[in-house]
């Protein structure tokens, strides 16, 4: 094993996520490469200083610019807003350093396109942190749908649905201005990202996306609300099955809402991330009176699970998911190949956000545009 330098930008709620799966990474999964936490920056040298305090990074930068540049950082991960995104990302590359971005891509379908040609032209490990679909429930429901379990997939029901927003006299922040920092922006892609990992790509879709409460409490009174609460579509997948997906930060009663269901001619699969740890499965086999879903308790013989626990139903948690995605980073930069989701993975989901956009200005059904 060989230690590689890390360099962290943003030291937040998921910044800190990051740092402690970079520490513990190693221990878990028996990593080849094992992090040395060297610069982190963050929204202000002070903060940076707290976060270095706290994390233990060898140093704190004044700004993300001198994470980039430092010598001694070997790759760099992104847990900055993502306006900031695409301008640390090209300069990480032209450096010669991979990048772990944490999602959306980009604020932008241009910023997602951009990304994408820098990182393929730099020929440099990429990936994108859409943590929950590598959740060992989730990671299992994709090896069923591969073997064809519920035979061919008819209809998927997606949902991310959250309900911090749901008071309308809670008061405005920086989540309620701006495209970037709406439902669609911020909710969204975990949720298309789940339904292209489990069902392929989306070939057309239809979409509603709107704004429930117009004005919330301001510092100097009511302020105003640009951008969306909550959206709805309808999609048609490339394979011909059928599908809806909602989003919301206003779903009173729902916490982490990242929740699916899935028929086919065969069966069904059901799951939600407030109980992560369990698979609901139907087989349409045997007689009709002893049918029924089967609740699925994950364990050792599930994807990424032993290396935590090896206890089956003992379950794994929300800090796990960013372990993991540590472990495959890192393996992407120890072997030079791709692995899933790559910024490309990003842009597909910033080409599906983008026809939402536009399908809900005009109402009319919209085909998911190709390269």
């Not at 950082?73 to 807003?81: D, G, N, R």
């Not at 919330?216 to 009174?221: A, N, S, T």
């Not at 909550?230 to 997906?245: C, E, K, N």
Request: net charge negative; proline share 6%.
């Amino acid at each position: 094993m060989r230690e590689i330098g890390m360099g962290l930008i943003g030291g937040g709620y998921m910044g800190k996520a990051h740092a402690v799966a970079l520490s513990a990474v190693g221990a878990v999964f028996d990593t080849g490469l094992r992090p040395r936490l060297v610069a982190i920056a963050a929204g202000s040298p002070a903060s940076a200083e707290r976060y270095r305090a706290a994390y233990g990074f060898a140093r704190a930068a004044d700004d993300w610019r001198g994470v980039v540049a430092d010598p001694e950082v070997e790759a760099v991960v992104i847990a900055s807003p993502q306006t900031t995104h695409r301008e640390i990302a090209l300069a990480a590359f032209a450096a010669g350093k991979p990048v772990f971005c944490e999602k959306p891509l980009g604020a932008s379908l241009g910023d997602a396109q951009a990304m994408v040609a820098a990182a393929e032209a730099s020929g440099l490990p990429n990936m994108i942190g859409f943590n929950y679909v590598r959740t060992p429930a989730t990671q299992f429901v994709r090896r069923l749908l591969a073997g064809g379990v519920i035979g061919r997939v008819t209809w998927f029901r997606g949902e991310h649905t959250e309900d911090f927003l749901a008071d309308p006299d809670s008061p405005a922040n920086w989540r309620t201005s701006g495209r970037p920092n709406g439902t669609m922006g911020d909710l969204s892609p975990h949720m298309i990202n789940c339904a292209l990992a489990l069902m392929g790509p989306i070939a057309e879709l239809s979409a509603r996306i709107e704004t429930l409460h117009q004005t919330r409490p301001g510092p100097d009174g009511p302020a105003a609300v640009d951008n969306d609460d909550h959206a709805q579509m309808m999609v048609r997948f490339a394979s011909g099955a059928m599908g809806h997906l909602y989003f919301s930060r206003a779903a009173t009663g729902r916490k982490m809402g990242y929740a699916y269901e899935i028929h086919g001619t065969k069966g069904a699969i059901r799951f939600d991330q407030e109980d992560q740890n369990a698979v609901w499965l139907y087989r349409a086999e045997g007689p009709e009176a002893t049918r029924g879903f089967t609740r699925i308790l994950t364990g050792p013989e599930h994807p990424d699970y032993l290396p935590f626990c090896q206890g089956p139903g003992h379950g794994t948690g929300y800090q796990d998911q960013i372990i993991i995605e540590a472990r495959d980073f890192l393996r992407a930069i120890e072997t030079g190949d791709p692995v899933w989701p790559t910024f490309r993975d990003g842009l597909a989901v910033a080409r599906v956000i983008d026809t939402a956009f536009a399908s809900a200005e005009d109402g009319r059904w919209r085909t998911i545009p190709e390269e």
